[in-house]
């Protein structure tokens, strides 16, 4: 029997209920002991199981919905295949032409962290915003992979020195620069993204990490995604939502913001800058 308190701790208990009780009543008091431990225990152990079903953000979100995730992969290689055709000089200028426009955003402005990614393949390129926000003096912040599918965080200071490529073929903190940021800190995250509509959805990759990291922080700290133009759906479209997607702020594109405030003279929402195509 382990009542969680060690050889020196049971023996004056015992030696107390001998002076108290006597040594009759030791055995009975002790299985009393033995089965209120042992409820307690079951008791955390059920509360806990509990617990971790309701509110385990590291454990995979099923969709609601099978059609949701037909559609949603649908739309991934529709725009995966978009992203690609922009030529290596086009890349180049529209994601310089984001860097730009993200610039000009006030909760960017003042925001002394950013949560920011490193692009791999056709993603917008970041990597010479990470280099002027490090000039800048802003603590730049990248994720990484857990092994079940969470996300990390890692302070970097140096963006050839302190990053590295995944199995998946995504840049992440090398080792030594991992875990050294608390999430709480975080004053700006920038998201990435296969594709996102007018009204801000995203969609990612499909892992989910983005969503299940950002849900405690939507409403707390400013989300924003980037993307090129190509990537945004028409004015007509929108993408499937399942109950954990996670909604954008505001998304950058190589043509501004896409998300038009509500005019201070008029109650209806300015409807938001149409994409190209």
Not at 83 to 96: T, V
Not at 102 to 129: C, H, I, M, N, Q
Not at 211 to 232: N, S, T
């Amino acid at each position: 029997m382990n009542m969680g308190l060690d050889f020196s701790e049971i023996a004056v208990i015992l030696v107390l209920i001998l002076i108290f009780f006597g040594s009759k009543e030791i055995p009975n008091i002790v299985r009393q002991a033995a089965r209120f431990m042992g409820k307690v225990r079951m008791y955390t152990e059920k509360v806990r199981k509990e617990l971790n079903e309701i509110g385990n953000l590291n454990e995979p979100m099923p969709s609601y919905d099978q059609e949701v995730i037909r559609k949603k992969e649908d739309l991934r290689q529709r725009f995966i295949a978009k992203r690609k055709e922009l030529s290596p000089r086009d890349h180049a200028a529209k994601s310089a032409a984001i860097w730009e426009n993200l610039k000009k955003e006030p909760d960017f402005a003042k925001a002394k962290s950013v949560l920011v990614y490193v692009e791999a393949g056709a993603e917008v390129a970041t990597r010479p915003a990470i280099v002027e926000m490090l000039a800048l003096g802003k603590r730049v912040v990248l994720p990484y992979t857990n092994e079940d599918s969470s996300m990390g965080l890692g302070e970097i200071t140096d963006l050839e020195k302190d990053i590295q490529i995944n199995g998946m073929g995504v840049y992440e903190p090398v080792m030594a620069k991992r875990n050294n940021f608390f999430k709480s800190d975080l004053q700006f995250i920038i998201c990435p993204a296969v594709a996102f509509d007018i009204f801000g959805g995203r969609l990612g990759r499909g892992r989910g990490c983005y969503d299940r990291f950002c849900k405690e922080l939507k409403g707390r700290v400013p989300l924003y995604g980037i993307a090129f133009d190509c990537q945004i759906l028409g004015p007509d479209e929108r993408l499937p939502f399942a109950y954990h997607d996670i909604v954008m702020d505001q998304v950058i594109t190589e043509k501004g913001v896409l998300i038009a405030p509500p005019q201070e003279s008029a109650p209806q929402v300015v409807p938001p800058m149409q994409p190209a195509g």
